[in-house]
């Protein structure tokens, strides 16, 4: 049956729609990447079943400790190759690597770095280091260091060898012969380079763009092969990163010219890359690039165009802005040419830096998150200021996503997206009058953390001797699904996720100015935990900020499923919202001590009418508080029987008896 007029026009019209939310919200030509609607973040395609290992620091590094290279004296000790005065043989080599291939053309420096355990009375050499064009067996560089050189006992110190590399596939070896002057630890050797630094960024973008359709390859930079062996992936090294552009060659279209005069068009040239399946390449590497073997046309020359970065973020918004993804703007500062740009190219984002705290860039950057969708839209990477940045977004209606240092979210994201559920919680203590005590550690909302430092500590040997929540972003669920999966499998009794700042991103929920897009925003985070199996959330409306009795509600009402939350307001309040939902402002809201762990209790306790229950919660930051510093908080209460220390999720289970909820929430 055929149409009337007005019902072809109505049709058009929602079909133009449909076309325009595509244009708008979906980066075009995804190839291997899905991204449904009701999704933060997209989903990469299952990584290879072999993947390439490469390493794109900017640094080439060889550890001393390193099994692969010679030792004749000494042995290995933790973080470096160690030789002592009375037990080790003198006049030997504590370190010999020979075919070290990879070092780029031309002035390089080899940096060796050593320490000694105490000065000499008289001055000596303490080691002879050396450079060799192991080919031709010639000296590139020595330097003999005396145990005077060193400024400090027992402390690392650098020692610099300028050299003419012979070439990336010339080996090198490299000596380090210890003469027993002194008792000497070789930590390593690097060598860097302004070449080295070009082909690491280039090859970032190389990795982008075969990630894309598939993932294959995976720099070892952040966590090594941690993950990989944690989620039973295959791989194999690449000992030279200009193999795989010959291996993906046929997946490359061009390159783009970023200009080193104007740092902020290497953002665009990245915004460029991710569009049209390009590489950008320093104009150092343009000639080996548009030369033979790879033959690759120049796309698009930066160079000249631009004076500013204001010329170069008008000009990415006029031309590019309506082709990328408008559900993530990713904030990189152009000196950061790897990490998080391989992701920033496989989902066609825009890359900018720009810093709201500069009234020009602030209005630019406005144009960017005015298109945004508000509620649900992310910023991905970091600020010039964290305070400052946050605010902007969260004036938006968007979310902070710290993440500017990952390595790998393209290979993480195509992990299995089914996860686990956590083990089942112990039983809850029976509700007395005692002081019940939960300690969180911070700063899981950081997508970089996770895939690099946390692994340290849910590495640590006596991980589960004490009750500790654990902050990850539900995030996780699209952007490292296998790890989230990890996590919960690998769980003790005492291991808990909670939620870190805010939810679906670290942002200030005080600071929306839309209620509805603040519901939609915590409805999103509800469905994100109940799928990750996390029922604790942490709030953040600044570091030290109290959390304003509608952002209460609005969790309470669009959050339902949780036990509770916890804010900043280093008060220790707790406040039931919409006679369902408990919020703590925490004791301690950013611990940065052991002492912050223990004396909060006591302050507390000082206060403590010993006719009802005592609720304390304490949030640490982990790069100032290790696991150990739990472990010792944790012991020095243990002969006190009025005090009880649980999990965040078990804590919330008594706040919420106490206060005469039920204990399960009703609505999952």
């Known amino acids: 049956m055929k149409q009337k007029a007005g019902g072809k026009i109505a049709l058009s019209l929602v079909l133009i729609a449909a076309a325009l939310t595509v244009y708008w919200f979906w980066p075009h030509k995804q190839e291997g990447i899905s991204w449904p609607k009701n999704q933060a973040l997209p989903t990469f395609a ?43 043989s003198p006049g030997e080599l504590i370190m010999d690597a020979k075919s070290i291939i990879g070092v780029p053309t031309g002035e390089t420096k080899a940096v060796f770095r050593m320490s000694i355990d105490k000065f000499a009375d ?28 060193f400024d400090q006992e027992n402390a690392s110190q650098s020692f610099e060898i300028p050299l003419t590399a012979p070439g990336e596939e010339k080996p090198i070896e490299i000596r380090v012969t210890w003469t027993g002057k002194s008792t000497l630890k ?26 894309k359709s598939k993932p294959r390859i995976y720099d070892k930079d952040k966590s090594g092969t941690y993950w990989l062996d944690a989620l039973g992936m295959e791989y194999v090294a690449v000992k030279d990163n200009w193999k795989l552009m010959e291996k993906y060659h046929a997946e490359i279209k061009g390159v783009v010219v970023y200009d080193p005069e104007v740092p902020d068009t290497y953002n665009l040239a990245t915004t460029i890359a991710g569009l049209k399946n390009a590489v950008v390449a320093s104009p150092s590497l343009l000639e080996k690039l548009t030369g033979a073997p790879y033959q690759l046309p120049v796309l698009e020359d930066l160079r000249g165009k631009f004076s500013t970065n204001i010329e170069v973020y008008n000009h990415l918004y006029d031309k590019y802005w309506s082709k990328t993804t408008h559900r993530v703007l990713v904030g990189l500062t152009p000196d950061l040419k790897t990490n998080l740009r391989e992701y920033a190219i496989g989902i066609q984002a825009a890359v900018v830096w720009l810093n709201p705290a500069v009234p020009e860039e602030e209005q630019l950057l406005n144009k960017f998150m005015k298109d945004m969708p508000y509620g649900s839209g992310l910023y991905l990477g970091w600020w010039p200021d964290e305070g400052i940045g946050v605010s902007k977004t969260s004036e938006f209606g968007l979310a902070t996503v710290a993440a500017d240092y990952s390595s790998n979210l393209s290979v993480l994201s195509g992990t299995s997206r089914k996860i686990t559920p956590p083990p089942k919680p112990p039983m809850k203590p029976p509700l007395e009058n005692k002081v019940y005590v939960t300690y969180i550690l911070s700063d899981g909302d950081n997508l970089q953390y996770m895939e690099g430092a946390f692994k340290e500590f849910w590495a640590s040997p006596n991980r589960g001797e004490v009750p500790l929540g654990w902050t990850v972003s539900p995030l996780m669920a699209d952007a490292m699904p296998g790890v989230l999966d990890y996590l919960n499998r690998t769980a003790t009794e005492n291991d808990v996720l909670v939620s870190g700042p805010t939810g679906m991103g670290y942002t200030y929920p005080n600071m929306w100015n839309d209620p509805k897009g603040l519901d939609l925003f915590f409805s999103r985070t509800n469905e994100y935990m109940s799928q990750s199996g996390i029922r604790v959330l942490t709030v953040w409306n600044t570091v030290n900020g109290v959390t304003n009795p ?6 309470a009402a669009h959050a339902p499923s949780l036990l509770g939350f916890t804010s900043q307001g280093n008060s220790g309040v707790i406040t039931v919202y919409n006679n369902s939902m408990p919020g703590q402002e925490l004791n301690k809201g950013y611990g940065s001590s052991e002492g912050d762990l223990i004396s909060h209790v006591e302050e507390a306790m000082k206060k403590w009418d010993r006719k009802s229950p005592l609720f304390v919660g304490i949030q640490a930051n982990p790069w100032e508080v290790p696991y150990q510093n739990f472990i010792n908080a944790v012991n020095y209460f243990k002969a006190d029987k009025d005090i009880v220390i649980v999990r965040p999720d078990i804590y919330f289970e008594l706040v919420r008896e106490h206060n005469g909820l039920p204990i399960e929430p009703t609505a999952r």
């Not at 001055?123 to 060799?132: R, T």
């Not at 509608?550 to 969790?555: A, F, H, L, Q, T």
């Open 550 to 555: 509608n952002v209460g509600e609005s969790i």
């Open 46 to 88: 299952a990584p290879s079943s072999m993947l390439d290992l490469v390493s794109l620091d900017i640094k080439l590094a060889f550890e001393g400790e390193d099994p692969a290279y010679g030792h004749e004296t000494g042995k290995a000790d933790g973080d470096g190759w160690l030789a002592e005065v009375g037990s080790d």
């Open 122 to 149: 008289e001055n000596g050499v303490v080691a002879k280091l050396e450079v060799l064009d192991q080919t031709k067996g010639e000296d590139l560089g020595s330097l003999d260091v005396s145990n005077w050189d």
């Open 186 to 211: 070789l930590y390593g050797v690097e060598f860097s380079s302004p070449m080295r630094a070009d082909e690491s960024a280039m090859f970032e973008t190389l990795k982008g763009v075969v990630n």
